[in-house]
């Protein structure tokens, strides 16, 4: 069927589903990252706009490397706490963390996840990629991994993190050494900036010690490992000695490497110089570094180095995730739908809007703000990529809201739309001749017919959709028309199109 939504508006008379969890239930599909959440995010919009803030996103803490060199080292000794507790469900396998499914080899983790999570824009493969490497510390949140909100399932729930234990010339030396280690993959690394909550990087926790972590055994790093190719995006781990090869050995577990043999490789444990990523099949180190049936990614390994090789190749492995180094330079593209600069509604009512958005590489990440009559009510990061806000019980104003998303070589891109509720202060339509067609400025609910013209270039993008794609997505909403007077009942098709175009994203190598 051939969506043409996009210019529909979609008014939702019943209270949307919450996001649930799609969980990949049986052995086969296996995958604790390649999360599938369903159903859009609902806001009542009376309770958001009397939060005072709390749907605004804090401000992104800028690092200092000159703390570094103030107060003197021999002032910074952390003090040793008592070893911490894992949380439910993962058990520590000398400095990596795994799921215990996996670690005691009940579970595997698929080689392939779901199509429809490959599907979803900004998972897809080859990515750009970010490491942010955090000298500074500070406080982190127990919880499942999320750099931007610095939530960690390896952190003590609001302990401080202590600033590196080194001169700032220390960290230097570190941060080029990994930075060198990447250098053949499209990532890049970040230390004097923190990158914006918007785009999915890696953390990396430089110094402190073991105990300020919840680990229960000592270690010279640690990091959540059988993230089989990155599918979380937004891990945090941790190098406690003064090593690069441990920071990037670290970054790496949280990428889906797992230990090998070797003292010229940082995915070893063996001491030696020149440490680098392999070009080839190298021994993993099971027994010998950790124990039996403890590869976390194993069936990976062996799409490259064959099956029960016990092999590993760093590098055909991160350059599948993060590709080769090559400038980007395509902003993605965003569109908000339905597509329409000036909507109206009544006090109330609901609506359900949604994202469009491709980029030419994996990796792209967005977020959502809301404004009304000027000030600032909701503005949240779109951890879940579900790609779709319900907002109900919409308040008089006049609403501007605003998708905004952004990549890793900091193309940062909007598109915005205005609602005005309750009516009294409608503006009168302004259309800046931007769309195919203009809006007539009385498109009231209901009316629109869907045959408004969207600019051109995405008008063959919406009317060549020959799937049914949109069938599958349950989205949380069973929508209605409201009852409210122009145009009457629509049941409107939205909802699917958000997988419908993430279909048909282009893979560039
Ligand atoms: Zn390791």
């Known amino acids: 069927m ?18 649930a969890v799609a969980a990949a239930a049986d052995g086969e599909r296996y995958d604790p990252y390649a999360k599938m959440v369903t159903g859009a995010h609902h806001y009542d919009m009376r309770e958001v706009l009397q939060a005072g803030g709390k749907f605004v996103a804090e401000p992104v803490e800028q690092p200092d490397l ?50 429809a999570w490959e599907d979803i824009e900004g998972n897809q493969y080859p990515r750009k990629g970010t490491v942010f490497l955090n000298f500074n510390g500070g406080i982190l949140k127990s919880g499942a991994d999320n750099s931007a909100e610095s939530k960690s399932t390896l952190a003590r729930h609001n302990h401080k993190y202590p600033v590196f234990n080194g001169s700032e010339a220390t960290a230097l030396t570190l941060i080029q050494a990994v930075q060198q280690d990447l250098e053949s993959l499209g990532v890049r690394v970040l230390y004097l900036n923190r990158p914006s909550k918007t785009v999915p990087y890696t953390m990396a926790m430089i110094g402190g010690s073991w105990t300020d972590t919840n680990i229960g055994d000592p270690a010279g790093g640690v990091a959540p490992g059988t993230d089989c190719e990155d599918r979380d995006q937004r891990n945090v781990v941790y190098a406690f000695d003064s090593s690069s090869a441990t920071i990037s050995q670290e970054i790496a577990h949280a990428w889906g490497l797992d230990h090998t043999l070797g003292g010229d490789r940082i995915m070893s444990y063996q001491a030696g110089n020149n440490k680098h990523f392999g070009d080839n099949c190298q021994a993993l180190c099971e027994e010998q570094c950790q124990g039996p049936g403890t590869i976390g990614c194993r069936l990976i390994h062996e799409i490259y180095c064959g099956e029960d090789s016990e092999q590993q190749n760093d590098l055909a492995e991160l350059n599948k995730i993060f590709g080769t180094p090559e400038p980007d330079t395509e902003p993605p593209t965003v569109k908000l739908l339905p597509d329409s600069d000036l909507l109206e509604l009544e006090v109330g009512e609901s609506i359900e809007i949604k994202a469009d958005i491709h980029d030419n590489y994996g990796g792209v990440g967005w977020r959502i703000k809301v404004s009304r009559d000027g000030v600032v009510a909701l503005d949240e990061v779109d951890y879940d990529q579900v790609g779709a806000w319900y907002f109900t019980n919409l308040q008089a104003g006049v609403y501007e809201v605003v998708l905004e998303a952004e990549d890793h070589a900091e193309h940062v891109v909007q598109d915005q739309m205005k609602i005005v509720v309750g009516g009294a202060s409608a503006p009168t339509t302004t259309d800046g001749g931007s769309e195919g067609e203009a809006d007539t400025g009385d498109e009231t609910a209901g009316v629109d017919d869907g045959s408004d013209t969207e600019d051109p270039g995405s008008a063959s993008d919406g009317g060549t959709d020959g799937d049914s794609s949109g069938a599958t997505d349950k989205g949380g909403c069973e929508c209605r028309s409201s009852d409210q007077g122009a145009g009457g009942a629509l049941v409107l098709p939205l909802l699917g199109l958000w997988f419908g175009h993430r279909a048909r994203r282009r893979r560039t190598a």
């Open 66 to 115: 000159s703390q570094l060199d103030a107060p003197p080292l021999s002032a910074r000794a952390s003090e040793p706490l008592a070893p911490g507790k894992l949380p439910e469900g993962w058990v520590q396998i000398g400095e990596v963390v795994q799921r215990r499914e996996i670690a005691e080899g009940l579970k595997q983790v698929d080689p392939k996840p779901l199509p």
């Open 2 to 19: 051939a969506l043409k939504a996009d210019a529909i508006l979609l008014l939702c008379g019943v209270t949307a589903g919450l996001p």
